[in-house]
Protein backbone atom coordinates (compact mmCIF):
# COMPACT_ATOMS: atom_id res chain seq x y z
CA UNK A 1 0.00 0.00 0.00
CA UNK A 2 0.82 3.62 -0.92
CA UNK A 3 2.31 5.13 2.12
CA UNK A 4 3.44 8.47 0.11
CA UNK A 5 3.43 11.44 2.66
CA UNK A 6 0.62 14.12 1.04
CA UNK A 7 0.92 17.78 1.02
CA UNK A 8 0.12 19.93 3.80
CA UNK A 9 -3.29 21.59 3.94
CA UNK A 10 -4.07 25.23 3.00
CA UNK A 11 -1.77 25.49 0.49
CA UNK A 12 -1.47 25.65 -3.57
CA UNK A 13 -1.41 21.43 -3.60
CA UNK A 14 -4.31 19.30 -3.58
CA UNK A 15 -4.08 16.63 -1.01
CA UNK A 16 -3.20 13.45 -3.12
CA UNK A 17 -0.46 11.88 -4.59
CA UNK A 18 -1.94 11.50 -7.71
CA UNK A 19 -3.24 14.81 -9.27
CA UNK A 20 -3.90 13.26 -12.42
CA UNK A 21 -5.88 9.87 -13.32
CA UNK A 22 -4.95 8.60 -16.87
CA UNK A 23 -9.15 7.38 -17.97
CA UNK A 24 -7.57 6.70 -22.17
CA UNK A 25 -4.18 6.53 -22.48
CA UNK A 26 -4.16 6.83 -26.37
CA UNK A 27 -6.19 10.55 -26.05
CA UNK A 28 -4.49 13.63 -26.22
CA UNK A 29 -4.87 14.87 -23.10
CA UNK A 30 -5.57 18.79 -22.29
CA UNK A 31 -3.23 20.51 -20.32
CA UNK A 32 -4.16 22.40 -17.10
CA UNK A 33 -2.93 25.17 -15.13
CA UNK A 34 -0.82 24.27 -12.14
CA UNK A 35 -3.67 26.35 -10.10
CA UNK A 36 -7.17 27.00 -11.16
CA UNK A 37 -8.01 30.36 -11.30
CA UNK A 38 -12.55 31.09 -10.83
CA UNK A 39 -14.05 32.29 -13.73
CA UNK A 40 -11.38 32.20 -16.12
CA UNK A 41 -10.65 28.82 -17.23
CA UNK A 42 -14.07 27.84 -19.50
CA UNK A 43 -15.42 24.33 -19.52
CA UNK A 44 -15.09 21.94 -22.56
CA UNK A 45 -18.40 20.65 -23.81
CA UNK A 46 -17.65 17.23 -22.79
CA UNK A 47 -16.33 17.69 -19.34
CA UNK A 48 -17.46 18.00 -15.86
CA UNK A 49 -15.93 20.27 -12.88
CA UNK A 50 -16.52 18.86 -9.28
CA UNK A 51 -16.06 21.71 -6.70
CA UNK A 52 -15.86 21.09 -2.75
CA UNK A 53 -17.44 24.01 -1.12
CA UNK A 54 -17.46 22.62 1.70
CA UNK A 55 -15.82 19.58 3.25
CA UNK A 56 -16.00 19.31 7.27
CA UNK A 57 -17.37 19.23 10.35
CA UNK A 58 -17.42 21.65 12.72
CA UNK A 59 -17.12 24.22 9.92
CA UNK A 60 -13.96 26.95 10.68
CA UNK A 61 -13.29 29.70 8.41
CA UNK A 62 -10.87 27.68 6.50
CA UNK A 63 -13.09 24.54 6.35
CA UNK A 64 -16.84 24.92 5.62
CA UNK A 65 -19.65 22.47 6.51
CA UNK A 66 -20.48 19.80 3.65
CA UNK A 67 -21.69 20.87 0.15
CA UNK A 68 -20.00 20.18 -3.65
CA UNK A 69 -20.68 21.77 -6.73
CA UNK A 70 -20.55 20.07 -10.03
CA UNK A 71 -20.83 22.56 -13.52
CA UNK A 72 -21.31 20.81 -16.50
CA UNK A 73 -20.36 21.42 -20.11
CA UNK A 74 -23.13 22.15 -21.32
CA UNK A 75 -23.43 25.01 -19.18
CA UNK A 76 -26.07 23.05 -15.90
CA UNK A 77 -24.71 23.77 -11.88
CA UNK A 78 -25.98 21.28 -9.18
CA UNK A 79 -25.34 21.82 -5.86
CA UNK A 80 -24.82 18.93 -3.62
CA UNK A 81 -25.57 19.67 0.18
CA UNK A 82 -25.41 23.30 1.49
CA UNK A 83 -23.59 23.20 4.98
CA UNK A 84 -22.63 26.25 6.45
CA UNK A 85 -19.90 28.40 4.69
CA UNK A 86 -20.72 26.85 1.29
CA UNK A 87 -22.46 30.10 -0.15
CA UNK A 88 -19.24 32.30 0.91
CA UNK A 89 -17.11 29.60 -0.67
CA UNK A 90 -19.82 29.81 -3.91
CA UNK A 91 -18.92 33.07 -4.25
CA UNK A 92 -15.54 32.32 -4.70
CA UNK A 93 -16.19 30.22 -7.72
CA UNK A 94 -17.40 33.37 -10.26
CA UNK A 95 -20.99 31.33 -10.80
CA UNK A 96 -23.91 34.13 -11.03
CA UNK A 97 -26.69 33.36 -8.50
CA UNK A 98 -28.61 32.82 -11.90
CA UNK A 99 -27.34 29.38 -11.74
CA UNK A 100 -27.58 28.71 -8.07
CA UNK A 101 -31.31 27.17 -8.47
CA UNK A 102 -30.99 23.33 -8.72
CA UNK A 103 -29.88 21.80 -4.72
CA UNK A 104 -30.14 18.37 -3.84
CA UNK A 105 -29.65 17.43 -0.09
CA UNK A 106 -29.06 13.97 0.96
CA UNK A 107 -30.39 14.66 4.43
CA UNK A 108 -31.21 17.24 6.93
CA UNK A 109 -28.72 17.90 10.20
CA UNK A 110 -28.20 21.11 10.19
CA UNK A 111 -24.06 20.94 8.81
CA UNK A 112 -25.98 19.87 5.42
CA UNK A 113 -28.59 22.44 5.16
CA UNK A 114 -27.65 25.59 7.04
CA UNK A 115 -26.75 28.19 3.76
CA UNK A 116 -29.46 27.06 1.85
CA UNK A 117 -31.86 30.33 3.44
CA UNK A 118 -28.20 32.10 2.79
CA UNK A 119 -28.13 31.08 -1.18
CA UNK A 120 -31.94 32.43 -1.13
CA UNK A 121 -31.30 35.86 0.90
CA UNK A 122 -28.17 36.54 -1.56
CA UNK A 123 -29.82 35.73 -4.65
CA UNK A 124 -32.47 38.30 -4.77
CA UNK A 125 -30.20 41.36 -4.90
CA UNK A 126 -27.74 39.25 -7.07
CA UNK A 127 -29.50 38.57 -10.18
CA UNK A 128 -31.17 34.98 -9.50
CA UNK A 129 -34.38 35.39 -11.01
CA UNK A 130 -36.19 31.93 -10.66
CA UNK A 131 -36.80 29.75 -8.35
CA UNK A 132 -34.36 27.60 -6.01
CA UNK A 133 -35.57 24.21 -6.66
CA UNK A 134 -34.60 22.03 -3.80
CA UNK A 135 -34.51 18.21 -3.83
CA UNK A 136 -34.39 15.91 -0.81
CA UNK A 137 -36.15 12.54 0.61
CA UNK A 138 -39.31 11.63 2.76
CA UNK A 139 -38.67 11.02 6.28
CA UNK A 140 -40.80 8.27 8.67
CA UNK A 141 -43.02 11.34 9.29
CA UNK A 142 -43.97 14.57 7.36
CA UNK A 143 -41.91 16.80 9.68
CA UNK A 144 -38.96 15.17 8.53
CA UNK A 145 -39.01 15.60 4.91
CA UNK A 146 -38.34 18.45 2.33
CA UNK A 147 -41.73 19.52 2.23
CA UNK A 148 -41.90 20.29 5.51
CA UNK A 149 -38.18 21.51 5.42
CA UNK A 150 -39.21 24.30 2.63
CA UNK A 151 -41.98 25.21 4.65
CA UNK A 152 -40.20 26.06 7.26
CA UNK A 153 -37.48 27.66 5.50
CA UNK A 154 -40.08 30.20 4.64
CA UNK A 155 -41.26 30.65 8.24
CA UNK A 156 -37.78 31.75 9.46
CA UNK A 157 -37.67 34.28 6.11
CA UNK A 158 -41.12 36.18 7.36
CA UNK A 159 -39.94 39.01 8.75
CA UNK A 160 -36.70 38.82 6.13
CA UNK A 161 -39.38 38.28 3.52
CA UNK A 162 -41.90 41.07 4.95
CA UNK A 163 -38.90 43.58 4.82
CA UNK A 164 -37.66 43.04 1.03
CA UNK A 165 -40.63 40.81 -1.21
CA UNK A 166 -41.51 43.36 -4.05
CA UNK A 167 -38.90 45.87 -3.10
CA UNK A 168 -36.93 43.19 -4.99
CA UNK A 169 -37.40 41.10 -7.43
CA UNK A 170 -40.53 38.71 -6.51
CA UNK A 171 -39.03 36.30 -8.91
CA UNK A 172 -36.26 35.69 -6.69
CA UNK A 173 -38.58 34.91 -3.49
CA UNK A 174 -39.16 31.30 -4.69
CA UNK A 175 -38.13 27.63 -3.30
CA UNK A 176 -39.43 24.82 -4.54
CA UNK A 177 -39.62 21.59 -2.30
CA UNK A 178 -38.99 18.32 -4.47
CA UNK A 179 -39.74 15.05 -2.39
CA UNK A 180 -38.94 11.96 -2.85
CA UNK A 181 -39.17 8.56 -1.20
CA UNK A 182 -35.83 6.92 -0.03
CA UNK A 183 -36.51 3.03 0.52
CA UNK A 184 -35.14 2.31 -3.41
CA UNK A 185 -32.89 4.45 -6.10
CA UNK A 186 -34.92 6.91 -7.67
CA UNK A 187 -34.14 9.16 -11.10
CA UNK A 188 -34.88 12.33 -9.29
CA UNK A 189 -33.87 14.95 -11.78
CA UNK A 190 -33.39 14.37 -15.72
CA UNK A 191 -32.63 16.75 -17.91
CA UNK A 192 -30.80 18.70 -20.50
CA UNK A 193 -28.99 15.74 -20.92
CA UNK A 194 -28.26 15.09 -16.92
CA UNK A 195 -29.65 12.10 -14.81
CA UNK A 196 -29.64 12.12 -11.02
CA UNK A 197 -30.85 9.02 -9.41
CA UNK A 198 -30.74 9.12 -5.70
CA UNK A 199 -30.01 5.87 -3.42
CA UNK A 200 -31.05 5.18 0.62
CA UNK A 201 -28.03 5.17 2.54
CA UNK A 202 -27.67 4.35 6.56
CA UNK A 203 -27.43 7.54 8.38
CA UNK A 204 -28.64 7.05 12.13
CA UNK A 205 -32.44 7.11 10.64
CA UNK A 206 -34.67 6.74 7.82
CA UNK A 207 -34.41 9.30 5.15
CA UNK A 208 -30.95 9.70 3.91
CA UNK A 209 -29.57 9.08 0.43
CA UNK A 210 -26.68 9.19 -2.04
CA UNK A 211 -26.70 10.63 -4.84
CA UNK A 212 -25.53 9.59 -8.86
CA UNK A 213 -25.39 12.22 -11.50
CA UNK A 214 -24.41 10.90 -15.10
CA UNK A 215 -24.46 13.05 -18.11
CA UNK A 216 -22.59 12.37 -21.37
CA UNK A 217 -20.67 9.26 -20.06
CA UNK A 218 -19.22 11.07 -17.43
CA UNK A 219 -20.35 10.50 -13.74
CA UNK A 220 -19.97 11.47 -9.87
CA UNK A 221 -20.94 9.62 -6.77
CA UNK A 222 -21.70 12.14 -4.23
CA UNK A 223 -22.63 10.11 -1.04
CA UNK A 224 -23.52 12.02 1.64
CA UNK A 225 -23.53 10.89 5.08
CA UNK A 226 -23.25 7.49 5.65
CA UNK A 227 -21.89 4.80 7.07
CA UNK A 228 -20.10 2.27 4.90
CA UNK A 229 -22.82 0.44 2.56
CA UNK A 230 -23.44 -2.08 0.05
CA UNK A 231 -26.14 0.25 -1.72
CA UNK A 232 -23.44 2.46 -2.24
CA UNK A 233 -20.76 -0.11 -4.11
CA UNK A 234 -24.10 -1.02 -5.95
CA UNK A 235 -25.02 2.37 -7.18
CA UNK A 236 -21.44 3.36 -7.47
CA UNK A 237 -19.51 0.60 -9.95
CA UNK A 238 -18.22 2.23 -13.28
CA UNK A 239 -18.27 5.98 -11.41
CA UNK A 240 -15.86 8.43 -12.76
CA UNK A 241 -15.62 10.27 -8.96
CA UNK A 242 -17.09 8.53 -5.51
CA UNK A 243 -16.90 11.41 -2.99
CA UNK A 244 -17.34 9.34 0.40
CA UNK A 245 -17.46 11.06 3.82
CA UNK A 246 -14.02 10.06 5.97
CA UNK A 247 -14.03 10.98 9.55
CA UNK A 248 -10.81 11.25 11.46
CA UNK A 249 -9.61 8.90 13.96
CA UNK A 250 -11.43 9.45 17.57
CA UNK A 251 -8.54 10.49 19.10
CA UNK A 252 -8.39 13.83 16.52
CA UNK A 253 -11.93 14.87 17.67
CA UNK A 254 -10.56 14.17 21.94
CA UNK A 255 -7.11 15.84 21.15
CA UNK A 256 -8.39 19.03 19.35
CA UNK A 257 -12.19 19.38 20.08
CA UNK A 258 -11.69 17.69 24.09
CA UNK A 259 -14.31 15.29 23.52
CA UNK A 260 -14.67 12.36 25.84
CA UNK A 261 -13.53 9.25 24.03
CA UNK A 262 -17.12 7.87 24.08
CA UNK A 263 -18.14 10.70 22.39
CA UNK A 264 -15.35 10.55 19.84
CA UNK A 265 -16.39 6.96 18.88
CA UNK A 266 -19.86 7.60 18.72
CA UNK A 267 -19.22 10.10 15.62
CA UNK A 268 -16.42 8.84 14.40
CA UNK A 269 -17.41 4.94 14.04
CA UNK A 270 -21.41 4.95 14.37
CA UNK A 271 -23.37 7.02 11.92
CA UNK A 272 -20.26 8.16 10.12
CA UNK A 273 -17.25 5.87 8.52
CA UNK A 274 -13.93 5.19 9.62
CA UNK A 275 -11.06 5.95 7.39
CA UNK A 276 -10.28 1.76 6.72
CA UNK A 277 -13.87 1.75 6.31
CA UNK A 278 -14.08 3.78 3.63
CA UNK A 279 -10.98 1.81 2.24
CA UNK A 280 -13.62 -1.09 2.09
CA UNK A 281 -16.12 1.12 -0.09
CA UNK A 282 -13.48 2.32 -2.73
CA UNK A 283 -11.93 -0.91 -3.24
CA UNK A 284 -15.45 -2.58 -3.54
CA UNK A 285 -16.42 0.33 -5.86
CA UNK A 286 -13.15 0.77 -7.74
CA UNK A 287 -14.27 4.33 -8.85
CA UNK A 288 -11.59 6.24 -11.41
CA UNK A 289 -11.31 8.51 -8.36
CA UNK A 290 -12.02 8.29 -4.71
CA UNK A 291 -12.53 11.58 -2.58
CA UNK A 292 -12.83 11.68 1.00
CA UNK A 293 -14.31 14.53 2.86
CA UNK A 294 -16.11 15.58 6.18
CA UNK A 295 -12.98 14.81 8.00
CA UNK A 296 -11.22 17.70 10.08
CA UNK A 297 -8.31 19.30 7.86
CA UNK A 298 -5.86 20.72 9.51
CA UNK A 299 -2.09 20.49 9.78
CA UNK A 300 -1.33 16.93 10.57
CA UNK A 301 -4.75 15.85 10.06
CA UNK A 302 -4.49 14.52 6.53
CA UNK A 303 -2.00 12.19 6.78
CA UNK A 304 -3.14 9.35 9.34
CA UNK A 305 -6.74 9.79 7.38
CA UNK A 306 -4.60 8.15 4.15
CA UNK A 307 -2.27 5.52 5.47
CA UNK A 308 -5.50 4.47 7.80
CA UNK A 309 -7.62 4.37 4.17
CA UNK A 310 -4.71 2.65 2.75
CA UNK A 311 -5.09 -0.62 5.03
CA UNK A 312 -7.97 -1.18 2.52
CA UNK A 313 -7.63 0.98 -0.70
CA UNK A 314 -4.32 1.45 -3.26
CA UNK A 315 -6.35 3.55 -5.66
CA UNK A 316 -6.29 7.03 -6.60
CA UNK A 317 -7.04 9.09 -4.23
CA UNK A 318 -7.45 12.86 -3.15
CA UNK A 319 -8.71 14.16 0.70
CA UNK A 320 -10.76 17.20 -0.79
CA UNK A 321 -10.44 20.50 1.25
CA UNK A 322 -12.94 23.81 0.46
CA UNK A 323 -11.59 24.33 -3.15
CA UNK A 324 -10.73 21.33 -4.53
CA UNK A 325 -11.45 21.31 -7.74
CA UNK A 326 -11.90 17.93 -10.10
CA UNK A 327 -11.63 18.06 -13.68
CA UNK A 328 -13.32 15.07 -15.29
CA UNK A 329 -13.24 14.19 -18.78
CA UNK A 330 -13.34 10.86 -21.13
CA UNK A 331 -9.64 11.28 -20.91
CA UNK A 332 -8.35 11.95 -17.39
CA UNK A 333 -9.19 13.03 -14.02
CA UNK A 334 -7.17 15.90 -13.20
CA UNK A 335 -7.03 17.73 -9.09
CA UNK A 336 -6.11 20.64 -8.67
CA UNK A 337 -6.50 23.69 -6.16
CA UNK A 338 -8.27 26.93 -6.44
CA UNK A 339 -6.01 30.14 -6.30
CA UNK A 340 -7.16 31.72 -3.02
CA UNK A 341 -8.29 35.58 -2.93
CA UNK A 342 -9.65 36.92 0.60
CA UNK A 343 -12.50 39.18 -0.85
CA UNK A 344 -13.91 38.35 -4.11
CA UNK A 345 -17.60 39.29 -5.21
CA UNK A 346 -20.23 37.49 -6.71
CA UNK A 347 -20.55 37.00 -10.25
CA UNK A 348 -22.64 38.70 -12.19
CA UNK A 349 -24.24 37.50 -15.48
CA UNK A 350 -25.89 41.25 -17.41
CA UNK A 351 -26.78 38.69 -20.17
CA UNK A 352 -29.66 36.71 -17.82
CA UNK A 353 -30.57 39.00 -16.05
CA UNK A 354 -31.56 40.97 -19.51
CA UNK A 355 -33.05 37.58 -20.92
CA UNK A 356 -35.59 38.13 -17.81
CA UNK A 357 -36.60 41.56 -18.28
CA UNK A 358 -34.05 42.74 -16.23
CA UNK A 359 -34.48 43.21 -12.07
CA UNK A 360 -38.23 44.44 -11.32
CA UNK A 361 -39.61 45.82 -8.02
CA UNK A 362 -43.42 45.67 -7.74
CA UNK A 363 -45.50 48.48 -5.33
CA UNK A 364 -48.22 46.90 -5.56
CA UNK A 365 -47.03 43.89 -4.15
CA UNK A 366 -44.58 45.48 -1.32
CA UNK A 367 -45.81 43.88 1.87
CA UNK A 368 -44.48 45.78 4.97
CA UNK A 369 -44.14 49.01 5.76
CA UNK A 370 -42.51 51.05 9.04
CA UNK A 371 -44.89 52.95 11.67
CA UNK A 372 -44.38 56.56 11.34
CA UNK A 373 -42.79 56.94 14.74
CA UNK A 374 -40.02 54.99 13.92
CA UNK A 375 -39.53 56.68 10.77
CA UNK A 376 -40.09 60.10 12.00
CA UNK A 377 -36.66 58.54 14.30
CA UNK A 378 -34.58 58.77 11.17
CA UNK A 379 -32.04 61.50 11.01
CA UNK A 380 -33.12 63.07 7.22
CA UNK A 381 -30.33 63.56 4.92
CA UNK A 382 -31.23 65.77 1.87
CA UNK A 383 -30.78 63.43 -1.27
CA UNK A 384 -31.88 60.53 0.74
CA UNK A 385 -35.14 61.69 1.60
CA UNK A 386 -35.73 63.18 -1.70
CA UNK A 387 -34.98 59.68 -3.35
CA UNK A 388 -37.36 58.28 -0.42
CA UNK A 389 -40.19 60.43 -1.44
CA UNK A 390 -39.91 58.84 -5.19
CA UNK A 391 -40.12 55.88 -2.98
CA UNK A 392 -43.46 56.74 -1.15
CA UNK A 393 -45.17 57.92 -4.60
CA UNK A 394 -44.55 54.42 -6.01
CA UNK A 395 -46.16 52.85 -2.74
CA UNK A 396 -42.77 51.38 -1.40
CA UNK A 397 -42.51 53.29 1.31
Not at 369 to 386: G, K, N, Q, R, Y
Request: glycine share 8%.
Amino acid sequence: MSSLLLPEPFGTLPLTNERVVVKDADADRKTYPEVYFAGQEPLAADEMRIVALGTGYPSRRGQGAAGFMVELGNGDVFIFDAGAGTNAAFNHMAVPYGKATKFFITHYHIDHIADLLVYYDYGQPNGRLEPMHIYGPEGDRRELGMDALVENLYRMAAWHDEVKFARLDVRAFDMRAHQFQARAPEVVYEENGAKITSFPVPHGIYGAVGYRLDWNGLSMVFAGDCEPSSLTVENSQDVDVLIHEIFNPPETYMDKLGWSEMQAKIVAWTMHTAPEAAGLVFEATKPGLAVGFHGMVAPGTPQPLHDRLRTAYSGPFVMAQDFTVINVSPQQIVTRMTHFEPGPMPASDPEYVKAKGGMQSTPSEVRGTMPDWLAHSIIPVPFVEEFKEELKQKGML
